[in-house]
């Protein structure tokens, strides 16, 4: 048996995670960054340096028709020029926003304040056992595939994915256990078999022609344009049209995810199943607008995709390609400030937490949205973070906690991503949203990461991740005092429902992750997960818009800006941000745009 790793006081967060490779996040990048382009420029610059001269409209000018050479431009343009966006953070939200704003023709850098890039699809590799720390479930691979096609790319040159199905095994507390396989015929023939004779199955297929519906009206009006509410979903130079208003009652307003579910699905147990698609954006089902019923339909209309080298193949794909579009990342670089003109209506710089200010075009933040107004705004934008304040109340998503348990077995019964589920998610989910309290019989979702991909642990072991939704830190909530105690619950999850009896003492490894670290590790909002919570039966599903209407200049793009949090979802956040930026002009183009035939996306194309 290989030594146990878990120290006291170890669980957290400075154990060595090798979340990025060394080409990304080393200080050589940095180093090399500063020695050929920053320093002298840096050193000298002062905020009224950047609030616009002349001459940088001239130059803007001389630029848009004289591109003889790319890299006499490229080199010209990354002296911290104010021609350059600022992408503050390096989440998928502002690599997508990195590679579809350099596919444009724009000078792009990107400000991480980590060592590594990507964000929370972090890695851990020790001993033999290689863990994605963050995301590890792909759905809408076809947002995904958009980025490359938008740089006249092939996804397949960078990524290879491969489809899961059986989506995820579900184990239930009476011993039961159920399969969601993406074939809406073939699952309404488990459920037939899973619950005989109790209207479940037909249920099933007409939920998913509900969600179908849902994910068809959110395509139109919602994804890949910025939305900050309902009056930007209609277009009203279009005018109002019979269609919309149907499609807005088709919307099904007013109620909620766990409500519609039990419309169709009578069998607790299969509606419990379901519910969970709401975990995608740390919501609680009762209190999420039915809308997000959709969510259904896009898993199994593209699928559940695993990334070979896992989910953090998708950052190093995105920043492969960013670097042959020529972004340029300054890693251990926080952002501290954003800085603005005059008037104070329009971003004109951003301050790294060492002090320098680089003059930029305009602003891309990844950072967290509320985050983003609260600290990096302020004292320097008052009225606007006054009217981001106003606009509505930001709740934030659900935390968790996350185990990484480095096993020297493989259960044979487990498929790569499965769900063990609490006794009553009534209960469960009250805890969690609504007094602010881990669960007392908490879900535990888990990922058995060598069933797909042997190479992941050592041979005959397994590299398991376990993940708990939490509520979001409270105040005088130490979970340096609650996590042993919460992670032997999850461990007698397991154990029970789970059917992995002798989990503990297959345990060679161990490494965890608590609301708190992910609080500090990735500067989210008090610990979430996902970005602001989807609550409000009628405005849940609506988060800041990714084109700011308080800051010129300013754009958002992550998991706490429109669309809301998952991969596919941040990335079309990313592209979004992108796309309203250079509908903008906020920037001057430096070389024309790589793929013009690149069109409208969709999240409806196949993978
Ligand atoms: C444990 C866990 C499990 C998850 N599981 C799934 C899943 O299975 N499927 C799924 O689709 N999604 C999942 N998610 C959600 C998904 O990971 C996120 O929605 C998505 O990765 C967020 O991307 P982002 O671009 O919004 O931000 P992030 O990944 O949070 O990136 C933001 C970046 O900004 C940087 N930053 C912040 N402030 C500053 C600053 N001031 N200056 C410079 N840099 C700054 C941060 O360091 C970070 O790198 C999971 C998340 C976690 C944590």
Same mark, same amino acid.
């Given at each position: ?25 080393? +200080? ?6 500063? &020695?050929?382009?920053?320093?002298? @420029? ?23 028709? *004289?591109?003889?050479?790319? @890299? ?26 990195? /590679? ?10 990107? @400000? ?5 890039? #990507?964000?929370? *699809? ?35 040159? %960078? ?9 995820? &095994? /579900? ?18 023939? !488990? ?31 919602? @994804? ?97 390609? *960013? ?47 509320? +985050? ?5 705004? !302020? ?14 109340? %930001? ?12 096993? !020297? ?64 830190? +409270? ?64 405005? #849940? ?5 990714? &084109? ?11 998991? *706490? ?47």
């Amino acid at each position: 048996m290989l030594a146990r790793s878990v120290s006291k006081g170890g669980y957290l967060g400075s154990w060595g995670f090798s979340e990025g490779e060394p080409r990304t996040s080393g +200080r050589g990048v940095v180093d090399f960054y500063r &020695r050929t382009h920053v320093a002298p @420029f840096a050193k000298t610059t002062t905020r009224a340096d950047v609030r616009g001269s002349p001459g940088i409209r001239l130059l803007r000018q001389r630029r848009r028709f *004289a591109l003889p050479s790319l @890299f006499h431009e490229d080199f010209l343009l990354s002296s911290a020029s104010p021609e350059r966006i600022a992408i503050i953070g390096s989440g998928l939200a502002g690599l997508t926003a990195a /590679c579809t704003l350099a596919a444009r023709g724009y000078a792009v850098t990107v @400000f991480e304040q980590s060592s590594w890039l #990507g964000g929370k *699809a972090a890695v851990l590799r020790e001993v033999g056992f290689r863990f994605d720390m963050g995301p590890t479930i792909l759905t809408v691979p076809s947002t995904l595939r958009r980025i490359f096609t938008e740089a006249g790319k092939q996804m397949e040159d %960078y990524i290879t994915l491969i489809k899961l199905d059986p989506q995820w &095994r /579900c184990f239930f507390d009476d011993g039961s256990a159920l399969d969601l396989v993406a074939d809406e015929n073939a699952m309404a023939d !488990n459920l037939e078999q899973y619950a005989p004779g109790t209207g479940t199955a037909a249920g099933y297929k007409q939920f998913l022609t509900l969600s179908d519906r849902l994910h068809t009206i959110s395509d139109r009006y919602f @994804f890949w344009k910025s939305i900050g509410g309902i009056a930007d979903m209609i277009d009203i130079k279009a005018g109002f049209s019979p269609s919309i208003i149907s499609d807005v009652f088709k919307m099904r307003m007013g109620r909620s995810v766990a409500g519609t579910v039990r419309k169709y699905i009578p069998d607790a147990r299969v509606a419990q199943m379901i519910d969970h698609f709401t975990q995608y954006v740390g919501s609680a089902p009762d209190a999420s607008p039915a809308v997000l019923c959709g969510i259904a339909h896009m898993q199994t209309s593209e699928g559940v995709w695993y990334p070979v080298g896992g989910t953090r193949a998708v950052p190093e794909a995105l920043v492969k390609l *960013a670097r042959e579009l020529g972004v340029e990342f300054r890693t251990n670089t926080g952002i501290s400030k954003i800085i603005m003109d005059d008037a104070g209506q329009k971003a004109t710089a951003v301050q790294t937490e060492s002090g320098e200010i680089v003059p930029v075009a305009a602003v891309v933040s990844n950072a967290d949205s509320v +985050r983003t107004h609260r600290e990096l705004l !302020n004292g320097t934008a008052a009225r606007a973070k006054a009217k981001f304040e106003k606009r509505r109340k %930001y709740e934030p998503a659900c935390s968790g906690v996350v185990l990484y348990l480095g096993l !020297n077995k493989a259960y044979d019964h487990l498929l790569h991503h499965g769900f063990v589920f609490s006794k009553d998610p009534e209960a469960e989910f009250h805890a969690i949203y609504h007094e602010g309290k881990p669960a007392p019989d908490p879900t535990c979702y888990v990922a058995a990461t060598a069933r797909t991909e042997p190479g992941t642990a050592p041979a005959g072991g397994e590299a398991m991740y376990v993940l708990v939704h939490t509520p979001y830190l +409270r105040p005088g909530q130490d979970w340096k005092v609650m996590f042993p105690d919460y992670r032997q619950v999850i461990l007698n999850k397991l154990k029970t429902t789970g059917q992995m009896p002798d989990i503990e003492e297959r345990i060679v490894f161990e490494r965890s992750l608590t609301p708190q670290d992910i609080h500090d590790r990735y500067r989210v909002l008090d610990g979430a997960i996902y970005g602001i919570a989807s609550h409000g039966k009628w405005i #849940g599903a609506f988060k800041p818009a990714n &084109r700011s209407p308080d800051i010129k200049g300013l754009y958002l793009a992550g998991g *706490a800006a429109h669309p809301g949090p998952g991969m596919p979802m941040v990335m079309m956040s990313g592209w979004i941000a992108a796309d309203v930026l250079d509908r903008d002009e906020a920037a001057p183009r430096i070389r024309p745009r790589m793929n013009e035939q690149a069109g409208a996306p969709s999240s409806r194309t196949t993978a």
